[in-house]
Nanobody, 130 residues
């Protein structure tokens, strides 16, 4: 059974940091790109960052570049999102998602599409106060 379980969300002041974790079970990092989406109230779900071990590519949404860092730990079956210099506009529910990949993902030059993700976690709420 595939499971993606997020943790690490919470309330933080602007300028603060949080590290989100996604515990992954039932899939291989070699076969799946795994990343983070977020959805704020009244807004569409958007891709924040994704990493693909298959071709070594990573993607960051422009507004988080230089502030967020995605990483993965095969031994712990986990993917992390280190979020620094948080802003109120980062407030959202953050979801971990996985996409089966078969070749080049081009995630170094294009955003992930929530419609092509195969598995989702239930989300963790991040609230950034001003």
């Amino acid at each position: 059974e595939v499971q993606l379980v997020e943790s690490g969300g919470g309330l933080v002041q602007a300028g603060g940091s949080l590290r989100l974790s996604c515990a992954v079970a039932g899939i291989s990092f070699d076969d799946y790109a795994i990343g983070w989406f977020r959805q704020a109230p009244g807004k569409e779900r958007e891709g924040v960052s994704i990493i693909s071990k298959r071709d070594g590519s990573t993607y960051y949404k422009d507004s988080v570049k230089g502030r967020f860092t995605i990483s993965s730990d095969n031994a712990k079956n986990a993917v992390y999102l280190q979020m620094n210099s948080l802003k109120p506009e980062d407030t959202a529910v953050y979801y971990c998602a996985a996409e089966r990949v078969y070749g080049s993902t081009w995630y170094d030059r294009r955003p992930p599409d929530y419609r092509t993700m195969d598995y989702w976690g239930k989300g963790t709420l991040v609230t950034v106060s001003s």
